[in-house]
């Protein structure tokens, strides 16, 4: 099916403009790829810059180890719980206002961080930032799905991942400097100059596009249903561990999800206009490429999460070094993203997914074999086959999404592609953090006796797992050299043996990513925003 869009500036409740010249600078597609980058960048560079500040925010605020991990958890509850809405209110009133609104909304909420003095303001404004991030995402997806034309897609999607693999990789690097030398404020602070040049572009550069048969009415109970659906599960899988996966609230909060999916479903079934037309998902390549997208994420993001723990504590390096060893990865996106976007132009997305899941596979059942002392060069080289092997993923299966969903649900379908990816995320997280604890409470009780050190209570013992989960070793203060570093050699063997086994899980979920590949295929209506486009 092929959508016919108007190309127009806006204001909601008035009539379009006529059609603009394309010919000019605002509505180039390049130039519109320039404008979006930078405001994906903020958004990008903010989901891992913050982690670096969290202890100083921690210290500096007084705020308990709970407050400081709601900093990171409303962020990313509120991002995942409005990405799909978030992409309808673009399809509505147009990408342009909704990625202006979520770059303004961003950096003020960034300013007001920076300036807060207590940590529930912090917390509350990183839910805003949130929300305005949630716009924004599904809002570049759709502006770049409108402008280009089919055989320019994929290469501007190639890009724009360069540029999150770019901004990803700076977060922990430009976190560090800017905590060790300025403070914690300017971690957010620097979202602001960012912001402003993001919205002067935005302002001078996007133009709107909306499709004739654009949604004209909200589906209010839709939303409703789905944002308790979508709260539901990612707090169960964030809270997994430390109720345990079989405690009832751990096992309520997946019920509800559940049931309102289930209600989502029969509702969106019946009415005239809804949040997701089902009938999207009739389309095989758009399902195939959604399940990819979680499988992958799953795969990257549960495994990542172990990858700094054992580069800062197994290793002993500094957030600023464990980021620059993990150049390798980021480095491999960078280059991989816009490589991997024309090879999909040329051959179509079902070859590159399936290789650059295979990839994947391999490198996460490669770094299943990391040791306490594996080398840099061993590391870099199991890292770059990972970054080598999501880029061709990260690229073709936003392509597969967003090009088989019709154009007036450009929005819906990047807010899927990005849900797909936190829900993905969240759930790797989870499982592999069960996965991991499990090894440490099997394990680290009979290797600790093992290495003939003194018993520990069951209280001591529980703490003393808590912390090899995350590659910490329980070294009494004051404990001799000898000591120290056995209870070292035993904390941290336990932890990589743990990681070990979570990177061979997420090696088989990689592999049943490679499967789910090959039904993925060019998006059927990839064609609809060509004919807008000038390059």
């Known amino acids: 099916m092929t959508s016919q869009i108007t190309v127009h500036d806006q204001v909601p409740g008035k009539e379009p403009a006529p059609a603009q010249d ?47 991990q709601w900093i990171t958890n409303g962020y990313l509850l509120a991002l995942a719980v409005s990405l799909i809405t978030a992409g309808k209110l673009g ?25 807060s003095t207590g940590v529930g303001l912090v917390i509350g404004f990183r839910v805003a930032q949130g929300l305005f991030g949630a716009l924004l995402m599904p809002a570049a997806l759709g502006l770049l799905r409108a402008t280009f034309p089919a055989e320019k897609l994929n290469m501007a999607i190639g890009i724009w991942g ?28 620097i979202n602001v100059p960012v912001g402003i040049v993001a919205l002067a572009f935005g302002l001078f550069i996007l133009l709107d596009h909306r499709a004739e048969n654009a949604p004209r009415s909200f589906d209010l109970p839709g939303i409703v249903l ?13 809270k997994a561990a430390e109720w345990g996966w079989g405690d009832s609230k751990t096992l309520l909060f997946l019920a509800a999800s559940v049931i309102c999916f289930v209600l989502f479903t029969v509702w969106e079934s019946k009415v005239s206009e809804p949040l997701i037309p089902l009938g999207m998902f009739r389309s095989l390549p758009l399902s195939a490429g959604t399940v990819l997208m979680v499988l992958m994420a799953f795969a990257f993001m549960g495994g990542l999460f172990f990858v700094t723990f054992y580069l800062q504590n197994v290793h002993g390096m500094s957030p600023v070094d464990s980021g620059l060893h993990l150049l390798p990865l980021t480095g491999m996106m960078i280059i991989g993203s816009p490589l991997a976007g024309a090879a999909i132009t040329k051959v179509g997305p079902r070859v590159p997914l399936v290789a650059g899941m295979v990839a994947t596979a391999a490198a996460c059942f490669g770094m299943a074999r990391l040791t306490p002392d594996t080398g840099t060069l061993t590391m870099s080289l199991w890292f770059a ?115 070990s086994t979570a990177f061979t899980v997420a090696g088989v979920v990689a592999v049943l990513a490679a499967v789910v590949a090959c039904f993925t295929k060019r998006g059927a209506n990839a064609e609809a925003g060509a004919g807008a486009a000038h390059i």
């Open 91 to 115: 399809d509505r009133f147009g990408h342009r206002q909704t990625f202006l609104i979520g770059i303004a909304g961003f950096a003020v909420s960034s300013a007001a961080i920076g300036l």
């Open 22 to 68: 394309r010919s000019g600078l605002r509505g180039h597609p390049w130039l519109t790829l320039f404008a979006v980058a930078i405001g994906v960048m903020m958004v990008t560079l903010d989901g891992t810059i913050v982690a670096v500040a969290n202890p100083e925010i921690q210290k500096d605020l007084g705020a308990s180890l709970a407050e400081v």
């Open 162 to 189: 360069m540029v999150i693999g770019a901004s990803t990789a700076a977060g922990p690097i430009v976190g560090g400097l800017l905590v060790e030398h300025v403070s914690w404020q300017s971690v957010f602070f």
């Open 385 to 499: 086959l990972l970054g080598l092997g999501l880029a061709p993923v990260m690229v073709g299966a936003t392509e597969v999404i967003v090009g088989n969903a019709p154009l007036e649900l450009s929005g819906v379908a990047g807010g899927l592609q990005q849900a797909a990816m936190q829900v993905g995320g969240s759930l790797g997280t989870a499982v592999l953090g069960a996965v991991m604890a499990a090894e440490v409470g099997d394990t680290f009780g009979d290797k600790w006796a093992a290495a003939q050190l003194p018993p520990l209570a069951p209280a001591d013992l529980e703490l003393a797992e808590k912390g090899v989960q995350v590659g910490l070793a329980p070294v009494p203060e004051g404990a001799p050299e000898q000591v120290a570093q056995a209870i070292s050699a035993v904390a941290h063997d336990t932890f990589v043996s743990g990681m």
């Open 226 to 238: 789905l944002s308790v659906a979508m709260f539901s599960l990612i707090w169960a899988l964030i």
